[in-house]
């Protein structure tokens, strides 16, 4: 297995590291593949992404550096912040559920039960997205107004959406802070519950993957948790291999 870490963020978007120092972190913590995935709120105003990947491909360094986003979902739709004209330039493109999702985080139902609904409907309609290659910390749900428990999250959600996400040959990542995102629980029980969703999306073929979402230097190929959730859930085998994604090299 090639040690990678797919999920960074730099001065491109509210990182505190530009790209060069993120390659040097990757070099030392003994990473073979770093992703760059800078925040993409806005696909109109996306033209940052030459210089990014112009910064990358200028670095000369023995690890495979993949030019990446993070783009949102929008809502339930599965439409996302992508920015078509400017894919081209990318060799990975993750998405998440964060400020921006209408039904989620934004404008959420009064019921936590719908917000999951949408959850899940998003999940599974951004899936089929030709485009988008990673789910950034599927579930991430702790943390939007309907206060949502890891455990309001039931197995058969998590079926529907790693279904889909086998269907699709889309990749689910494991997020290093995922907890971060369940303030009010006991860190050892989430995990164990994490670990079990984690273990249901294997079960039904997904494919892994691992990021650090670091914002700093400090944190680039940090994995110690996603390394304990990957022994725990026993799903070493459906970690991807991160040479997928050479192709614009
Ligand atoms: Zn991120």
């Not at 899940?120 to 789910?135: C, E, F, G, K, R």
Request: proline fraction near 4%; aromatic fraction near 8%.
């Amino acid at each position: 297995m090639k040690p990678h870490d797919l999920h960074t963020h730099t001065t491109y978007s509210d990182g505190k590291n530009p790209v060069v120092d993120h390659i040097r972190g990757a070099e030392a913590a003994g990473l073979s593949y770093l992703a760059i995935t800078d925040h993409c709120f806005n696909p109109s105003a996306a033209e940052w992404i030459t210089q990014m990947r112009d910064d990358i491909r200028a670095v000369k360094t023995h690890v495979t550096v993949f030019a990446g986003i993070e783009a949102q979902i929008r809502d339930a739709s599965g439409a996302t912040t992508v920015p078509q004209q400017e894919t081209e330039k990318l060799d990975i493109i993750l998405v998440d559920i964060g400020g921006m999702t209408e039904g989620v985080f934004r404008n959420p139902p009064a019921s936590k039960q719908m917000a999951i609904k949408n959850a899940v409907t998003a999940y599974v309609n951004v899936s089929a997205d030709p485009l988008v290659d990673i789910v950034a910390h599927p579930f991430n749900l702790g943390r939007t107004p309907s206060g949502i428990a890891s455990t309001d999250i039931t197995d058969a959600d998590v079926r529907t959406v790693a279904r889909a996400f086998a269907a699709n040959g889309m990749i689910f990542e494991i997020m290093n802070s995922s907890w971060w995102w369940f303030p009010d629980e006991d860190i050892a029980s989430f995990t164990k519950r994490y670990a079990d969703i984690v273990r249901i999306a294997a079960e039904e073929n997904v494919r892994l993957s691992k990021g650090s979402d670091a914002h700093a230097v400090c944190g680039v190929g940090m994995l110690s948790w996603v390394d304990r959730v990957i022994a725990m859930a026993g799903v070493e085998k459906a970690i991807i291999d991160p040479s997928m994604f050479v192709r614009n090299a």
